[in-house]
């Protein structure tokens, strides 16, 4: 996996998440099997996709791992939120509580409180967020290559050209040299020597 997607898109994915999920009545919708927990961690794979620019294809393990980190940053953002705004759900937990006649001291009350809900935050955002990457992986899977076509082009396309012969010219064949014919002499005349050849 490239590293810098990967950690661009859990950074974003778990920032939307704790946000959406820490946040005061939008974290409402969060009941629903922690909608936004697992919507968070098929963003990731979302991003994952876009960042890594060839757009690969996300395996299952690497969807889960992705919604995993995705939902522990989104707990600690959740918590840091919380912190935040506990004194409100502190004060009526107190009230809770002393109408039941059980009193601990406000310190503790805090400090246990936040252990306990980031803990449960941790394990639960994790569990969702691996469940979101994995619907992710199935979304946003690479298309499937198309299919190869099986049409077959014409004949004519395949007929190679008629190869181009040059005539060639054939040496004619040499005749042995031919003796010449004896040439005739005339019979010398009497008196008169014979003619010499030339």
């Known amino acids: 996996m490239n590293t810098r997607a990967f950690l661009l898109a859990t950074l974003i994915s778990g920032v939307v998440m704790g946000l959406l999920g820490g946040l005061p009545l939008i974290s409402v919708l969060n009941c629903v099997l922690c909608m936004w927990v697992w919507l968070s961690a098929i963003l990731a794979v979302m991003l994952y996709r876009n960042f ?46 002393s109408a039941t006649g059980t009193n601990i001291p406000d310190s503790l009350l805090r400090t246990g409180a936040s252990i306990f809900s980031l803990f449960f935050d941790l394990v639960l955002y994790a569990i969702f967020g691996a469940v979101g990457g994995l619907i992710g992986a199935a979304i946003f899977k690479s298309p499937a290559p198309a299919p190869m076509s099986t049409t077959v082009p014409p004949a004519a396309q395949y007929e190679r050209p008629a190869p181009v012969f040059q005539p060639t010219v054939e040496p004619e064949p040499m005749q042995p ?9 005339e019979p010398p005349v009497e008196g008169q020597p014979p003619a010499e050849n030339p």
């Open 52 to 97: 890594e620019g060839t757009k690969p294809k996300v395996t299952p393990s690497q969807g889960a791992l992705l919604g995993v980190v995705s939902g522990v940053i989104g707990a600690f953002i959740v918590w840091l939120i919380s912190l935040l705004t506990r004194n409100v759900a502190m004060s009526y937990i107190a009230q809770l509580l």
């Open 177 to 185: 040299p031919q003796p010449e014919p004896p040439t005739e002499t």
